[in-house]
């Protein structure tokens, strides 16, 4: 497969095969930052964690749609204003949820589970309802697209780096917040010890708001971004959850970096696979390894607390 | 059995609703086409089977999935099968009878079709059934239809492989649209090698595999093979393997949301299907798809169908037209669509053909039925019950709409069990 | 746990009940419905096997499984494969280029049959494998996760990968399984025409029998000591373990017969509707049974039966009528269950409408031993929900909780 290439040639693809590991990592950390977040520090399962993606996603679609028919001189950089939308949005219904049903579960996580498969359910059909059920396209300013040409033969796509740039920041920035900020330690507090948080006067029920909304709302800054490589539809969300789900549990819960080792992992094997295999293959090929090593490792990789 | 009114739940009368004037417009010149209407035929002479048939009525089931994954795609053919309803009841419906539909959801799950179909056939007694799109809802129905002798007219284009007395099949088939398609690519561009990309099941499988073979038989190269699972999102590995073995064409059959992806993640890789190197041609993409997908990223690929919504004749001008009228401006038509929208003007030709509704004398009239006014032209059936049609090929444009490059000269005959692919 | 005669039993409180679903089953739906909907009745409590493993293994046990589908799918295709062989003889596929073969493998180009297919040539190996296979898988799957005290919410998630793995494999791999058509166009078993009405009448008798035999399989481990360890696991796991339990291989136990009952109504369903397909082993299907489990009730076995029936008479209802409302509803449902009646209808029977019984027919409370274990155990639910919150020996977040 590799006769005929020069060494140059065979340097930018493995280059470029790289870059795409990495792309599929960053898509991974997207898709679950905010569901660690929400699992590792509450124990809450979100089944309706795609459908608050696809909120962000649609988030984007109104906001571009709007940007195109009011301000189109602005519609560059419109893609910022989105993805804070996005956010603030999905933050928004994160918090509703967490008040109207999430808080009544808290010791129920098999009930978390059912119920916020119900609220995608519900969800799903709300979308369809609204946007209709085909697939909707959003519009990307024109520097969004196409690839960046660093060397002659390398091209990387600029989407790709935008979604590694987001990534990273997020990232960064939800470590800074956890265990840089004040509101962070509150967290911790109240995960190792709910009780004697309380006792000391935090405010333990107002932490889990806050803290499912943020999951809820990386997951529409997830969803945003993917507006650039995926499609945008009432459905689209259920092609996500079974990866997601599975790199935060085979990173560990309440490990924020074992989420992202652990997406690093299954992108860097599936990307390989992929690309010695065919694409149904590496994908059951991936998801039986994940699925082997949860069998003889279950805490995950980097469980903080191997208490039973 | 009882023929009067059914008292079936969710029962929706389509009679045209507020669009009398292109439909009388249409009427007119559908008139010409269709057999001239004496006084409508008792019904003990033209139903004899115990089907939904009145003095003025006769009842049609439509089983299309409104709910579930397969909604988006499956919209469209509800559309065009209730507006040729429409359109026939306002020419003076069939053998004087209007057609009245109860319509079904299929909801995405093939036993759910399966139920359903039984449904319409067992309880509600119709005359003929417009539905399925997936394979896999047509494998479901199609024990049922045969066991109750009902009609299914069936409109999404599919890998062939089957020939059921119960099915009439207003799609094209494999050869139909792959043979010419690859033909097409390699006479007009040159093309010698060949990539072959597709979603993991039946449809695009057994139709690499018809292309595989036209491709060995024409002494060129298939230099690569490639499936992933529906509603799978990544592909950058395989745009790298693609950029890697540089094809001169690639073939694709990927659907539904996958397509999306694909086809954003080509474009961001710095693809540009405009260059043709490589050249794209795809079997699965129609102008209901770059909806989704958007123009700007689908730019210059090449479609291989029997329909395009651009098509530059007089029927279609009409159709588009009465479609946007009564679904609204901004619509597109797809290959799906249209074949859809054929099913009641074939059924009808049939049933007057044969002076009656029972399927087993409609049957022997098929062969041979043509329908002039058809959008994409003009179809007839075969006796294999698929239809003779031309096949096209469509260059994308950034509007979503596709801009005909090619036509068969003849029309292609349909032949769902080629010699040497078995 | 009976002291009493069998015959005696008809007469207690639980008793009546099972007669009075029998009743209904196998006397008056038979007689109100016709044909077409009563096969759909059918159809119907194939589901309620899953469910009332589901009891069982969530209920009881505390494990809750997203995967169900999985041994249903794989009892279903068993059986499916035998129908398939018999109607794939060289007769009546002599038009294939390969008679014998089904055809779908005629399509992909197959020439002869896999060998893993051989073997569902004879009817009893099928009716051993429809058990077998799922017994083995979710044994493989126990033995892997509960001896590692994997369980939980953890457990749920793998359940949910393996039923993912399951069907791409399944849907990619065609030319052994159908792929995404499923194993359709069966016709005969046995040489007996399954697609009559009548066969379709006696299939449903058939399944009702087999309902009960389930049930009362159920039963009787949900009444003997080892019901009560099963409970017991799922309130207290430390305190079992320390009393010498081997926890793991219960936990085994009451998975694999949840697989067994699973795949026992895959088989029916092939039976009943004559097809089988991936569509029943992913996610969304498999977490469609728990929402029978969960709405008749998590407890109550009966109640299991009821809510496979209600949930998808509901579903065919709304699909004729209103299709875009299901969706809502089902999340209502799935949202409401959870939240305002845990218990699902068993639980909210036994809180209102039980009292009513006793008034009517004056009996006490008291001298209810026979009343159907699961209704105490009901009541016993929601206090072990709420004393879990806080104990300083253990997080309050872990993921062997239910």
């Given at each position: 497969m590799f006769d005929g290439y020069t060494s140059s040639e065979l340097m930018s693809i493995f280059a470029m095969q790289g870059f795409a590991g990495l792309s599929l990592f960053s898509v991974f950390v997207l898709m679950a930052m905010g569901l660690a977040i929400i699992f590792g520090q509450m124990?809450?399962?979100?089944?309706a964690h795609g459908e608050f993606m696809i909120l962000g996603a649609y988030t984007t679609y109104l906001t571009s749609g709007f940007f195109q028919s009011y301000l189109p001189g602005l519609f560059g950089g419109y893609f910022l204003i989105a993805m804070l939308l996005a956010f603030l949005v999905c933050a928004a219904l994160g918090a509703l949820i967490e008040w109207l049903m999430i808080r009544h579960l808290y010791h129920r996580p098999l009930d978390t589970l059912l119920a916020t498969w119900g609220l995608s359910l519900i969800m799903q059909q709300a979308y369809r309802s609204i946007f209709g059920a085909r697939e909707v396209g959003v519009e990307l300013p024109d520097w969004m697209m196409g690839a960046f040409?660093?060397?002659?033969l390398v091209e990387l796509p600029i989407n790709g780096l935008f979604v590694m740039i987001i990534a990273l920041s997020i990232a960064v920035g939800v470590y800074l917040l956890m265990y840089r900020s004040g509101y962070g330690k509150k967290v911790r507090a109240v995960v190792q010890n709910r009780p004697m948080a309380e006792a000391v006067g935090i405010n333990s029920a107002g932490i889990d708001r806050a803290t499912f909304a943020l999951g809820c709302g990386i997951a529409g800054i997830a969803g945003a971004a993917f507006t650039m490589i995926g499609s945008t539809g009432p459905s689209s969300g259920q092609a996500y959850i079974v990866d997601t789900f599975l790199v935060v549990v085979f990173g560990g819960a309440q490990s924020l970096i074992g989420t992202i080792v652990s997406a690093f992992g299954i992108s860097q094997a599936q990307s390989t696979m992929e690309f010695f295999l065919s694409g149904s293959m590496a994908k059951v090929l991936t998801l039986l390894v994940v699925v082997g090593i949860l069998m003889l490792r279950?805490?995950?990789?980097?469980?903080?607390k191997v208490r039973r | 059995m009882d023929t009067t009114e059914q008292t079936a739940g969710g029962r929706s009368f389509g009679k045209g609703l507020g669009l009398r004037k292109s439909l009388m417009t249409l009427a007119a010149s559908v008139m010409l086409a269709t057999s001239a209407q004496a006084a409508a035929p008792a019904t003990a002479e033209v139903n004899t089977?115990?089907?939904?048939?009145?003095d003025d009525t006769v009842t049609v089931g439509i089983l299309h999935s409104?709910?579930?994954?397969?909604a988006l795609s499956e919209i469209g053919s509800v559309q065009a099968e209730k507006l040729a309803i429409d359109q026939i009841n306002a020419s003076g419906g069939v053998l004087g009878r209007q057609i009245e539909y109860v319509q079904e959801d299929g909801a995405s799950d093939w036993p759910t079709f399966a139920e359903k179909s039984r449904k319409l056939l067992?309880?509600?007694?119709?005359?003929a059934i417009f539905g399925a799109w997936t394979s896999a809802s047509r494998k479901a129905i199609l024990p049922v239809i045969e066991q109750y002798n009902g009609m299914l007219y069936y409109p999404t284009f599919y890998e062939g492989l089957e020939q059921s007395p119960n099915v009439v099949y207003t799609g094209q088939e494999a050869t139909q649209q792959i043979l010419a398609g690859i033909d097409w690519a390699v006479e007009?561009?040159?093309?010698k090698t060949f990539y072959l990309l597709g979603s993991d099941y039946i449809w695009p499988r057994t139709s690499n595999k018809i292309a595989r073979k036209h491709i060995d038989k024409l002494g060129l190269k298939v230099v690569g093979e490639e499936y992933y699972p529906l509603?799978?999102?990544?592909f950058n590995s395989v745009i790298n393997k693609i950029k890697l073995r540089k094809?001169?064409?690639?073939?694709a059959s990927v659907v539904g949301g996958s397509n999306v992806a694909f086809y954003k993640q080509m474009k961001a890789a710095g693809v540009d299907f405009t260059d043709e190197k490589p050249l794209l041609l795809t079997i699965s993409v129609t102008e209901d798809e770059i909806r989704g997908i958007g123009g700007e990223n689908v730019e210059g690929i090449y479609a291989s169908m029997?329909?395009?919504?651009?098509?530059?004749n007089p029927n279609n001008k009409e159709f588009v037209a009465a479609f946007k009228e009564a679904y609204g401006d901004d619509m597109v038509i797809g290959d799906v669509t249209q074949a859809a929208y054929l099913g009641p003007w074939l059924w009808k030709a049939a049933v007057e053909k044969a002076g009656s509704f029972d399927i087993d004398k409609i049957r022997e009239e098929f062969a041979g039925i043509e329908f002039t006014k058809a959008p994409e032209g003009y179809v007839r059936i075969h006796e294999n019950h698929h239809l003779w049609s031309k096949t096209r090929i469509g260059k994308a444009q950034t509007d979503g709409q596709y801009q005909v490059v090619y036509e068969t000269e003849e029309l292609m005959e349909p032949d769902p069990f080629p010699e040497g692919y078995q | 746990m009976k002291n009493s005669s069998p015959l005696k039993w008809f007469g207690s409180r639980e008793g009546l009940y099972y007669l009075a679903l029998a009743f209904l089953l196998v006397v008056l739906l038979p007689l109100m419905l016709d044909p077409f909907r009563l096969n759909m009745v059918g159809k119907y409590l194939t589901y309620a096997f899953v469910a009332i493993g589901l009891v069982m293994c969530?209920?009881?046990?505390g494990i809750l499984s997203l995967g169900q589908g999985v041994f249903f799918g794989l009892g279903g295709y068993c059986m499916a494969m035998f129908l398939k062989l018999e109607a794939s003889t060289p007769e009546a596929t002599?038009?294939?280029?390969?008679?014998?073969?089904p055809d779908f493998m005629d399509w992909n180009q197959l020439t002869e049959l896999p060998?893993?297919?051989?073997?569902?040539?004879s009817f009893s190996f099928t009716l051993i494998a429809v058990i077998g296979v799922p017994v083995l898988l979710a044994f493989v799957i126990g033995f892997a996760m509960f001896t590692r005290r994997v369980g939980g919410v953890y457990f749920a998630i793998i359940t949910q990968a393996i039923a993912a793995i399951l069907t791409i494999l399944i849907i990619g791999q065609q030319g052994y399984?159908?792929?995404?058509?499923?194993?359709?166009?069966l016709q005969t078993l046995m040489g007996w025409d399954i697609r009559t009405d009548a066969a379709k009448t006696t299939l449903y008798f058939i399944c009702v029998g087999m309902l009960f035999l389930c049930l009362f399989i159920a039963r009787l481990v949900q009444n003997r000591k080892l019901g009560r360890i099963l409970v017991a696991m799922n309130a207290q796991e430390m305190r079992v373990r320390f009393s010498g339990y081997d926890v793991a291989a219960f936990k085994i136990f009451v998975f694999c017969l949840a697989a067994a009952f699973a795949g026992i109504g895959g088989a029916m369903f092939t039976l009943i509707v004559g097809f089988m397909s991936p569509s029943f082993i992913g996610i969304v299907a498999s977490i469609e049974m728990v929402i029978f489990c969960a709405l008749g009730g998590r407890l109550s076995i009966l109640g299991a039966v009821y809510g496979a029936l209600l949930v998808n008479a509901a579903k065919s209802g709304f699909s004729e009528s209103f299709p875009e409302l299901w969706p809502f509803a089902m999340g209502a449902l799935f949202i409401g269950v959870v939240?305002?009646?845990?218990?699902g209808l068993a639980g909210l029977y036994q809180t209102y409408v039980m009292p009513l019984e006793d008034k009517l027919?004056?009996?006490?409370?008291?001298?209810?031993?026979?009343?159907?274990p699961a209704k105490p155990a009901a009541e016993r639910k929601p206090k072990t929900e709420k004393t879990d919150d806080y104990d300083p020996m253990i997080d309050s977040y872990s993921p062997e909780k239910s």
């Open positions: 124990g809450v399962i979100n089944m040409q660093v060397t002659d279950p805490e995950g990789l980097m469980a903080l | 089977t115990g089907l939904a048939v009145t409104i709910t579930g994954t397969m067992r309880q509600d007694n119709v005359a007009n561009k040159g093309a509603g799978h999102t990544q094809p001169d064409v690639i073939f029997k329909y395009f919504q651009s098509l530059d | 969530w209920g009881k046990a002599a038009i294939q280029s390969t008679p014998g073969i060998w893993f297919w051989e073997p569902f040539h399984t159908g792929g995404v058509n499923g194993i359709t166009d939240l305002a009646f845990p218990n027919f004056k009996r006490s409370k008291g001298a209810k031993v026979e009343a159907s």
